[in-house]
C-alpha cells in the first residue's frame, strides 16, 4: 500500500483541502489541491504586478524611444 501525501494549505481553502484529501485516491487530489492553490496565488500575484507596473513602463519606454521627450511632454494630454 502506497503511503498517502498530506499537504498542510494555508488560508481560505484549507478546510476544503483536508477534506479532499482524506477521499479516495488522496494524493492525486492533494497534489491537483496544490497546484489549483498555486496557480491562484500566482494569477493573483501577477494581477497586482500588472497593475502597478504597467504605467510606470509606458513611462520608461517613452523616455528611451527617439526623439527624447522630457517627462513633463510624457505625462501631459497635449
Known sequence: MAPKVMLKAKGKNAKKSAA??????????????????????????????????FIPLVIILGMNSEPKPSLSQLLSPV
Open 20 to 53: 479532499v484529501a482524506d477521499e479516495d485516491g488522496g494524493a492525486v487530489t492533494a497534489v491537483y489541491t496544490f497546484v489549483k492553490d498555486w496557480t491562484t496565488w500566482t494569477a493573483k500575484k501577477a494581477k497586482v504586478i500588472t497593475h502597478y507596473g
